[in-house]
């Protein structure tokens, strides 16, 4: 295992005082299968991803291109110190969520790489932005941070049968813009709702959630992913957690 000193460089936290972040590229493999960046690249979590629990992580299997390890990650992130937290941030390695209901990303969440299509960008209600660096081409969003399962995570092997609480998806190595999309019917603009408008919400759930081509029918959440041009406002920090969307 790496030291931490050796690991990170620059960094003006306290947690990490006089040390310096050392940041290493990561090719990709040439038989990786990556998506391209057409308009609108869509790929659904999947059906089987469950967290039980308020708090997501993304991240990708290099962890930034950084040298740090799932334990010392795990450990900035679950100590919920903003001042710890940010150095990680305000370098891309991972990027930590905190929703307002259990299992908020389950099921209905799109990833897209590209472009809203029209209707997307015409329905979404609020927004959370930030940026993360992909240098070995794979994301990953896993549930909770717990130093054992994000090693699991960014092993290469597959989630455990019956217990996927990570996805993994290939995309082009490169930093992103990040910007997570809630909908009508996601946990972020439910919560806003009252008693006479959520009746009326529960009228408009469709039965099924997919159609017959696969697709969902009904997405809460769009997270999508395109070149970071610019730096973005750093969103409101709970501890070492996002915890603030925008609301149009």
């Not at 209905?108 to 993360?132: M, N, Y």
Request: aromatic fraction near 10%.
């Amino acid at each position: 295992m790496m030291p931490l000193n050796q690991a990170l460089q620059g960094f003006s936290s306290p947690y990490f005082s006089g040390i310096e972040l050392e940041l290493c590229r990561y090719p990709i493999l040439a038989e990786s299968k990556v998506m391209t960046e057409p308009v609108n690249t869509q790929i659904p979590i999947s059906p089987h991803f469950f967290c039980d629990g308020m708090g997501y992580v993304l991240t990708s299997s290099s962890l930034g291109g950084s040298n740090l390890t799932p334990g010392q990650i795990s450990d900035i992130v679950l100590d919920n110190s903003a001042d710890d937290m940010t150095p990680l941030l305000t370098q891309g390695i991972c990027m930590p969520i905190l929703f307002d209901g259990d299992c908020a990303l389950d099921r209905s969440t799109l990833f897209v790489l590209g472009d809203l299509t029209p209707e997307q960008e015409r329905d979404w209600r609020a927004r959370l932005t930030w940026k993360l660096r992909v240098p070995c081409g794979k994301l990953i969003l896993l549930c909770s941070c717990t130093a054992e399962d994000l090693a699991h995570a960014i092993s290469g092997r597959p989630p455990t049968k019956h217990f996927e609480i990570f996805q993994v998806i290939d995309i082009p190595p490169d930093s992103y813009l990040v910007e997570i999309y809630a909908y009508p019917s996601s946990v972020t603009v439910i919560m806003t709702l009252d008693d006479e408008e959520y009746e009326e919400f529960e009228k408009s759930i469709p039965d099924k959630e997919y159609d017959k081509e696969g697709n969902l029918i009904l997405v809460n959440y769009i997270i999508r992913l395109s070149s970071l041009e610019s730096e973005p406002e750093m969103p409101h920090l709970n501890g070492s957690w996002f915890d603030t969307f925008t609301f149009r």
